[in-house]
T-cell receptor
Framework: AQSVTQPDIHITVSEGASLELRCNYS??????LFWYVQSPGQGLQLLLK??????LVQGIKGFEAEFKRSQSSFNLRKPSVHWSDAAEYFC???????????FGKGTHLIIQP | DGGITQSPKYLFRKEGQNVTLSCEQN?????MYWYRQDPGQGLRLIYY???????QKGDIAEGYSVSREKKESFPLTVTSAQKNPTAFYLC?????????????FGPGTRLTVL
């Protein structure tokens, strides 16, 4: 069965500093991977997705992610964070067909002024 | 505007009562999903539907029921058999059952059992 691990429950970053959120997956075939962001009490917004091709994927709000098959990872990065980036971030993998997504438990990002 | 609406935003229920959460989409998507979110647990799949009048159980379907009588609607009923129903419930949809389609989420309903 597919699984997604986000090793960091909380991460604190100073405003203007760089950010990397980790995601590791377990999946037998080529994974279809997503990063979503959730503000408190809100739904999820798609940041970016990877299906195939270029392993460096660009998303919205200045985020990017790199797929590394050898490390089973799909880490999310941003060169300079803004206070508005404070939120919960979820990595997810497609379960197969129309079966929905398997999510990691999320990483809570805190931005220090 | 196209999108997914969920109502109500907040819902309170007494123990032993059934309650139905609404999910409507005007994106003309075939597939719809219900997830449950608990603090520190991520999202877990309750039910999903690929087409009208058809749906499948997800990982935590016990104590829940759904219907899909119309393409745009996928209501979730939380029954009294659900042992711990207090949670944040998210509805999602995607264009079809194809794995590469993006899943879009509604704003969620927070259910509290009193």
């Amino acid at each position: 069965a597919q699984s997604v691990t986000q090793p960091d429950i909380h991460i604190t970053v100073s405003e203007g500093a760089s950010l990397e959120l980790r995601c590791n997956y377990s999946y037998g075939a080529t994974p279809y991977l997503f990063w979503y962001v959730q503000s408190p009490g809100q739904g999820l917004q798609l940041l970016l997705k990877y299906f195939s091709g270029d392993t460096l994927v660009q998303g919205i709000k200045g985020f990017e992610a790199e797929f590394k098959r050898s490390q089973s990872s799909f880490n999310l990065r941003k060169p300079s964070v803004h206070w508005s980036d404070a939120a919960e971030y979820f990595c997810a993998v497609v379960r197969g067909g129309a079966d929905g997504l398997t999510f990691g438990k999320g990483t809570h990002l805190i931005i220090q002024p | 505007d196209g999108g997914i609406t969920q109502s109500p935003k907040y819902l309170f229920r007494k123990e032993g009562q059934n309650v139905t959460l609404s999910c409507e989409q005007n994106l003309n998507h075939d597939a719809m999903y219900w997830y449950r979110q608990d603090p520190g647990q991520g999202l877990r799949l309750i039910y999903y539907s690929q087409i009208v009048n058809d749906f499948q159980k997800g990982d935590i379907a016990e104590g829940y029921s759904v219907s899909r009588e119309k393409k745009e609607s996928f209501p979730l009923t939380v029954t009294s058999a659900q042992k711990n129903p207090t949670a944040f419930y998210l509805c999602a949809s995607r264009l079809s059952g194809t794995s590469t389609d993006t899943q879009y989420f509604g704003p969620g309903t927070r259910l509290t059992v009193l």
